[in-house]
């Protein structure tokens, strides 16, 4: 298990684990950052880690993409 920071640009991964306090982990559940899911890193652009989520494109910050356990 690693934290999405350090997936590959384009790969797609399963997230395997939501870490942090439960309010980060009901607003990732939210975006729709579930455990089993499957999540591709787009790109990063200024502390900001752009991702392909259930069919949306979402961004989220480099804490809570640590939070995201692939």
Not at 22 to 29: A, G, N, S, V, Y
Not at 49 to 68: T, Y
Request: net charge neutral; charged share 25%; proline share 4%.
């Amino acid at each position: 298990m690693m934290p999405l920071t350090f997936a590959e640009v384009g790969e797609e991964n399963m997230i395997k684990k939501i870490g942090g306090n439960p309010e980060t982990k009901k607003f990732l559940e939210t975006l729709g950052f579930v455990p089993g899911g499957m999540v591709t890193v787009v790109n990063e652009i200024g502390g900001n880690v752009i991702v392909n989520v259930k069919d949306s494109r979402v961004a989220v910050s480099k804490e809570m993409a640590g939070k995201i356990m692939i």
